[in-house]
């Protein structure tokens, strides 16, 4: 039997040829492709699987006194990331790193999991790693995957301030800062941000633009050198910031408060420049930097004398006896008394069924509205103050910044509370209160609260007839403030009365003169009640000799009597300043 031939038909032949054609030309191009026309594409992305950016922070600005000197430096510290994907067993890399360290194994997984945002980022182990422990890394490198570490600039203080309520501090930013700023794409996870004083107000200026450093990686997420032809890019250092601090008035006033709760400043009244600004007590300027002790955040927040208040801009205090140029400023501007008009001050006053008495038991005598101010005689006041009406003195005391912010270039300031008529009605209610309750305020007690910054803006005003400029920290060249026009008779009786003060054998602040040849003093004194224990002390004044001026704001908290222990720290302060002709530059 014969077979037929097996034979295919020419149609489904050259079908099967074209077919073959096609699909060997889409390999070829196929191939092409990869090789030639999306070389760089595949090129840039096996790249990526080989070569790891790391960010480089970029060291902060300087923080410098009015001369020049370093208040706020950097050093170099260490610190140590994970990179979740390229970690193979994070538990023996874990025990590892504790080998090599000494850092507990526990501790870098509390960490681990704290800080983890994404297995492609680096993740912060630890921090303040020491040159032996890196060392000894170094030596553990093979036994290590996905773990690196970089160099961080860190803030170090000059040694002989602290200043820390003035410096700030920085703060690690966490996912909660950063859910509440999404636009602001310059932050991310673990950056430090200015977080208090002239290092938040200042951040904008202070802190530099991060760079970019490129290295080669093997399989395992170990840096295995630079990559040629690759360009890091340099970190951009922050801009200094020139303040108007002086170091060597910082350092005394920080030693005269030293171990005394309250608050000093020293200013310039010619240009609103702050040459000394002490809170006390405070924190060590450090104790943010790097690891915060647990037992030592613990120390801090539970300490009774409140080291974290800033008691210079956000305590409030009755002013007590300094208040009383305002209220004399109220009275002769508006002509309820002249200067002549008396008192007589037995020791006390009788208002309805109330006695009020005088800080003098003994009385003062006749007294007119010098003498009031000189000998700071209550009585006095206590029967003025019945002709002034109590938003007519607000409406004053605002004029001298009480009761409202400074603005000082810092984040934050109380603004005080001067009582008008509303307040004192939604208190206490409508029949709540009397004329009584202006009887304390008239000597600065009673509803009135101020912070020290105010009452150094308040000086700073009496010192140049109301021609001052508002307080600072930083040589930004502020304008004027509004002038205070007041009559030249009234700047007279005040400028008076404050020289009287210092020079009087009966003055309150005679402790306050340091007696140097061609320097003149005036001040005030202040003893404020306080409810909560002894009373706070205060000195205010200013120094003048020559062309030379500064002003000086002392409180301090259950401290007294003002003229006995507020006045001679201030006197500390004028003998270091016109001494031997102190040298520094009026900016």
């Keep these: 039997m014969l077979r037929s031939p097996n034979t295919v038909p020419k149609t489904k032949f050259w079908f099967l040829i074209g077919l073959t054609f096609v699909l060997h030309s889409l390999l070829l191009y196929r191939f092409f492709q990869l090789q030639v026309l999306d070389y760089d594409l595949y090129k840039q992305r096996a790249n990526s699987n080989r070569i790891r950016a790391n960010s480089v922070p970029a060291p902060r600005g300087l923080i410098l006194d009015r001369k020049g000197k370093i208040i706020v430096d950097n050093y170099p510290t260490y610190v140590l990331f994970g990179i979740g994907d390229e970690i193979i067993n994070s538990t023996q890399n874990f025990s590892v790193i504790s080998k090599a360290t000494g850092i507990d194994t526990s501790f870098l997984s509390i960490n681990y999991k704290n800080n983890f945002r994404s297995r492609f980022l680096p993740t912060k182990l630890a921090k303040d790693l020491t040159i032996s422990q890196l060392s000894r890394l170094e030596e553990y490198k093979n036994d290590l995957s996905g773990i690196i570490y970089k160099q961080y600039p860190e803030r170090i203080f000059n040694s002989s301030i602290r200043a820390s309520h003035v410096l700030g501090y920085l703060k690690e930013l966490d996912q909660e800062f950063l859910s509440y700023n999404k636009n602001n794409s310059d932050y991310q996870f673990g950056d430090l941000i200015g977080w208090s004083g002239l290092e938040s107000k200042y951040e904008y200026i202070l802190r530099g633009k991060k760079g970019v450093s490129y290295y080669q990686v093997d399989a395992y997420g170990r840096e295995a050198?630079?990559?040629?032809?690759?360009?890091?890019?340099?970190a951009s250092p922050g801009n200094d910031i020139i303040t108007t601090l002086d170091l060597e008035l910082q350092e005394l006033l920080e030693k005269e408060l030293n171990d005394i709760k309250g608050a000093g400043i020293v200013s310039n009244p010619k240009t609103g420049g702050l040459l000394a600004y002490v809170s006390s007590p405070d924190y060590p300027p450090d104790l943010f930097t790097g690891l915060i002790a647990t037992k030592d955040w613990e120390t801090v927040i539970t300490d009774k004398d409140k080291p974290l208040l800033d008691r210079v801009s956000n305590g409030l205090y009755p002013p007590g006896s300094i208040y009383k140029m305002i209220v004399a400023v109220e009275l002769l501007e508006r002509k309820l008394v002249t200067e002549s008009w008396e008192v007589f001050c037995p020791g006390y006053y009788e208002f309805y069924d109330r006695t009020f008495k005088c800080w003098n038991e003994n009385g003062h005598g006749n007294v007119n509205l010098e003498k009031a101010?000189?000998?700071?005689?209550?009585v006095y006041f206590y029967q003025a103050i019945q002709k002034v009406e109590i938003d007519n003195l607000s409406e004053r005391s605002k004029m001298f910044h009480h009761g409202k912010k400074t603005n000082i270039d810092?984040?934050?300031?109380?603004?005080?509370?001067v009582p008008?008529?509303?307040?004192?009605?939604?208190?206490?209610g409508k029949w709540g209160w009397s004329k009584g309750a202006l009887l304390n305020i008239s000597i600065g007690q009673g509803e009135l609260l101020v912070t020290p910054l105010q009452v150094a803006l308040y000086t700073n005003i009496l010192a140049t007839r109301g021609e001052t400029y508002p307080l600072h920290l930083v040589n930004n060249k502020p304008n004027k403030l509004n002038k205070i026009n007041i009559r030249n008779s009234t700047w007279k009786l005040l400028e008076k009365a404050m020289r009287a003060v210092i020079i009087s054998p009966k003055g309150t602040g005679r402790r306050a003169d340091p007696k140097i040849k061609g320097l003149d003093?005036?001040?005030?004194?202040?003893?404020?009640e306080n409810p909560h224990g002894e009373p706070h002390a205060w000195f205010i004044g200013y120094g003048l000799k020559n062309d030379k001026m500064i002003s000086i704001v002392i409180m301090l908290e259950n401290g007294g009597h003002g003229g006995e222990v507020a006045a001679p720290i201030a006197r500390s302060i004028f003998k270091k300043y016109f001494e031997n002709d102190y040298k520094i530059a009026i900016k």
Excluded: H, W
């Excluded at 003093?521 to 404020?528: L, R």
């Design 410 to 417: 810092l984040p934050s300031e109380m603004k005080g509370r």
């Design 420 to 428: 008008t008529y509303n307040y004192m009605n939604k208190k206490y």
């Design 225 to 234: 050198g630079k990559i040629k032809g690759q360009k890091n890019i340099s």
């Design 373 to 378: 101010i000189v000998e700071s005689c209550d």
């Design 521 to 528: 003093i005036f001040g005030k004194t202040g003893t404020a």
